[in-house]
């Protein structure tokens, strides 16, 4: 079973700050990592999907990192601002189970205080 | 493009009925996934399918679930009977191809079962 663990569970931060959150995946095995930004009574959208080892992604002040030897993707947010409150999910999916089984983590809850 | 179209967005039914939640997926895209939200386990995948097949169905709950994908443009997720427990947020998904693309969600169904 393909497990995906995210930290932290949430985040309050004051407006300007800087934040990251990680995202834990099986070494093993990978495929592909997303990143996705779900705002409250909205759906999931997507930031990144990144294949590659050390890939690096940015859209804006938002950024993403990839290290599928050790398994693990870091998400930034440079000089956070009230709009970017949202959970923040990421999804792994890996050749052992099923290319396309694309499996989703808990997610982190950002709140960022104007 | 009018993105992933769920229907309805609300369903309220009572315990023992047939209920079945509507999807259409973006043109062109070649996989669609059902997810199910929930406070205790957050998005979990149900099934998902390439090219209208169901390739992995492993995270339908029981024989109650059932999903079809009868063509390119439209797929179901009937549950039979219902009960209270399966009350939760229903996501539709499409990608234009399987985890290397993103995934876009559909506004969502959410189910109450009395």
């Known amino acids: 079973i393909l497990n995906v663990e995210q930290s932290p569970q949430s985040l309050h931060v004051q407006e300007g700050d800087s934040t990251n959150f990680t995202c834990s995946f099986p070494s093993s095995n990978f495929y592909a990592l997303h990143w996705y930004r779900w705002e409250t009574a909205k759906s999931p959208e997507a930031l990144f999907v990144m294949t590659l080892n050390g890939d690096e992604k940015k859209k804006g002040r938002i950024s993403a990192t990839l290290n599928t030897k050790e398994g693990y993707s870091y998400l930034y947010i440079k000089g956070s601002q009230p709009e970017d409150s949202a959970t923040y999910l990421c999804a792994c999916s890996d050749m052992k189970t099923s290319y396309d089984k694309v499996i989703f983590g808990p997610g982190t809850s950002l709140s960022v205080i104007p | ?114």
Not at chain 2, 33 to 48: A, N, P
Not at chain 2, 60 to 89: C, G, H, W, Y
């Open chain 2, 1 to 114: 493009d009018a993105g992933v179209i769920q229907s309805p967005r609300h369903e309220v039914t009572e315990m023992g009925q047939e209920v079945t939640l509507r999807c259409k997926p973006i043109s062109g895209h070649n996989s669609l996934f059902w997810y199910r939200q929930t406070m205790m386990r957050g998005l979990e995948l149900l099934i998902y399918f390439n090219n209208n097949v169901p390739i992995d169905d492993s995270g339908m709950p029981e024989d109650r679930f059932s999903a079809k994908m009868p063509n390119a443009s439209f797929s179901t997720l009937k549950i039979q009977p219902s009960e209270p427990r399966d009350s939760a947020v229903y996501f539709c998904a499409s990608s234009l191809t399987g985890a290397g693309s993103p995934l876009h969600f559909g506004n969502g169904t959410r189910l109450t079962v009395t």
